[in-house]
């Protein structure tokens, strides 16, 4: 019984604490999104990604191609020269994969791209939320983004918009790119508009046709 007390004024003294404490959130993926440099640094490591894919697809379309080539030839060749050709074939399935390592893996060639393009942003991030914190008297600062079960976030505590600022992204800025984004997605494109006037004229000559053609029957 006593244990049960003494674990019951524990809670109460953490849920005090807590709400003696000062919070608030924000959005790490909004904000990343609004940075340019971010947008830039990760056309970049999306480039490289292309190219290294490429580069290995290459790699196992020359494997496929010697795969098959030996398979059409295995029955005419000697012994020697067949394990000689199979020593190949192990040769470059172990080149491909270890390209596939090197580029994809863990601590690999495109880890360390990312490393070197975006960690410096995100501790641009963090160390801007360090000021805000430090500023505003903030203990915790959440990341809505981090998937943590956040259920509700009241506005009021919302600091997404402070950050861009202090890393100096305007809120015109901001509100910009939500404007650009909406107006993209409701405007209809000019090729979808040509397309429709197209099929109109086209429809309305089909019935012009139609309509002389029964004339002329009726003559």
């Given at each position: ?12 003294l953490l849920a005090f604490h807590c709400q003696a404490q000062k919070y608030a959130c924000f959005d790490s993926e909004y904000v990343?999104?609004?940075l340019p440099d971010y947008q830039q640094a990760q056309r970049r490591l999306d480039q490289y990604a292309v190219d290294w894919q ?166």
């Amino acid at each position: 019984m006593k244990l049960k007390t003494a674990i019951s004024i524990l809670f109460a003294l953490l849920a005090f604490h807590c709400q003696a404490q000062k919070y608030a959130c924000f959005d790490s993926e909004y904000v990343l999104s609004n940075l340019p440099d971010y947008q830039q640094a990760q056309r970049r490591l999306d480039q490289y990604a292309v190219d290294w894919q490429k580069e290995l697809e290459a790699k196992q379309q020359e494997l496929e191609e010697l795969r098959n080539a030996y398979q059409q030839e295995a029955y005419l060749l000697p012994e020697n020269l067949k394990r000689r050709r199979l020593d190949d074939l192990r040769t470059k399935e172990q080149d491909v994969k270890t390209l596939q390592r090197e580029r994809f893996g863990v601590g690999g060639d495109l880890d360390k791209k990312r490393a070197e393009l975006i960690k410096p942003v995100q501790d641009r991030v963090y160390n801007a939320l360090q000021r805000l914190a430090t500023e505003k008297g903030y203990a915790f600062i959440f990341d809505k983004a981090s998937g943590s079960a956040i259920a509700y976030v009241n506005q009021k505590y919302e600091v997404s918009s402070q950050i861009l600022e202090m890393l100096g992204v305007t809120g015109s800025a901001q509100q910009g790119n939500a404007t650009q984004t909406k107006e993209t997605g409701n405007k209809p494109s000019s090729t979808t508009s040509s397309k429709s006037d197209s099929n109109k004229k086209t429809q309305r000559g089909d019935k012009q046709s139609q309509s002389s053609e029964k004339t002329r029957l009726k003559r």
